[in-house]
């Protein structure tokens, strides 16, 4: 598994700046007199970076960019990289420098003159989110990501900053790692046994097999897994760190590969179908990080392991099967198995749990993709308090969210003539009438949101704040959103 770069504040100490073996990082604006740190760096580099800073290649840099000067003289760096950031700037902007200094990293250490600078905690955020690299398959892997010192004014007040970065690294990671995996490496079996590992950390984890999915009346969710060799499972996560109140829930899609079962998905592109798990994969990430920071929040996590493969055994379309609610779905499109799988944890889990309230998340369609793009998730929710709480929380993050509509004009598209209900209501608004086919397993007084991350759990360009690959989209959000609304 990836771990994240050591991260230290530590104080000011400007006679170490000569000597240190690795990447230099100063921070300066045009216009504005460099810091006490970078004045140290700009006379040992003989007014080089001065000069930088002067220019106008600088100055039509983002705030947030960067410029390396390579192997400067004076210094035993192999570079320094001067940011483009204000001393004021925090939260998005202060990340994105993060991001350009972990994009920059390899195996060296890295040295931040972070003195007087206030978001030097969403600095290093930022660096240690983009210094991740998927190396799990590669045999001739680089070494371990360098560690990142930063130098601050105050440590005292950074004393927790480390721990919070790092347990939101861990999470975001676990995330990023778990929808990296190819499937014949995160079988089921392999994926709930990672989920086990949480246990360590404190997480209750319960391994539901397919017996026990069959007793609970779970058929959805196995009509889905039927062709698979892979065995379905469900795992249910809890943290208690709250008191004795009803937990929050978390639901995640966990599809390990889908080929779209009898209604074949095209050859082209199959490949990347291994990070249909990705919201289940979220769900993951989120669970280890409220461990991590031992949060004070009840949670429960739940989510769907199965494998959608085309076999004698597998559901055709036209088959008709049964949800643990009772309701009947009549399968039109066996690619459209995601919400097979969520319907039923979605009902266990008010059923067993009687939560607060409910988040799920899922790669559910394509449609989604073509209406946001790569840049937002889609939110729908039944609750404006909690969707709007959601959305405030992905701001502050930098994660896109964009609310979407629901409405019973949509879920009449649902509407079977042999069942209770299809699995699709064809083309038209196809993420909405999705979201409302997962609605009508929603009970009534329940919060609920569901987040259709088919277009940002994973890119082929490079995300905010990773590269491209797996982006571990929503763990920073959610986290947020647990602590605003839950631990006050």
Known sequence: MTTPAALSFVPVDLETIASFEGRVVIFAEPGVALD??????NRLCRDAVQRLVDSAAFGKLDEGAACDLAYPAGLA??????????????????????????????????????AG????????????LRAYDYT???????????????QVAKPDEFAEEAGRVNARAEGVFFTRDLVNAPANVLTTT???????????????????DEAELEKLGMRTLLAV????????????????????????????????????????????????????MGGAGVVAGVMKTLALRKAKANIVGVVGLVENMPDGRAQRPGDVVVSMKGDTVEVINTDAEGRLVLCDIMWYAQERFNPTGMVDLATLTGAIIIGLGHENAGVFSNDDALCEGFLK?????????????LGKAYAKQLKSRIADVKNVGGRPAGSITAAEF????????????????AGVASTSEDSRYAAKGASGWGVLALDRMIADRFEG
Request: proline residues 3%.
């Open 393 to 405: 929380a992905a701001k502050a993050e930098g994660e896109g969210a964009w609310r979407m509509t």
């Open 225 to 276: 897994g039927v062709g698979s060799e892979s065995p379905s499972k469900v795992v249910v996560m809890q943290w208690k760190g709250g008191d004795d109140a009803a937990p929050f829930a978390l639901i995640g899609k966990g599809v390990v590969f889908d080929t779209g079962g009898i209604s074949m998905k095209p050859a082209a592109g199959m490949e990347d179908m291994t990070m249909d």
């Open 77 to 114: 760096a192999t570079a320094v990289q001067v940011v483009r950031l204000g001393r004021r700037s925090v939260g998005d902007v202060a990340r994105q420098a993060g991001v350009a200094i972990g994009a920059a990293m390899t195996d060296a250490p890295v040295l931040v003159l972070a």
């Open 190 to 208: 392999e994926f709930a046994a990672r989920l086990e590992g949480l246990r360590d950390l404190g997480v209750e984890v319960d391994v539901l």
């Open 136 to 150: 799990d398959q590669k045999t001739d892997a680089k070494k371990a990501t360098g560690a990142i010192t930063v």
């Open 36 to 41: 006490q740190s970078a004045r140290k760096v």
């Open 438 to 453: 997962l609605h009508r397993f929603v009970k009534d007084g329940t919060p609920w949101i569901h987040l259709d991350i």
């Open 117 to 128: 600078l206030r978001g030097a905690g969403d600095v290093a955020l930022g660096a240690v």
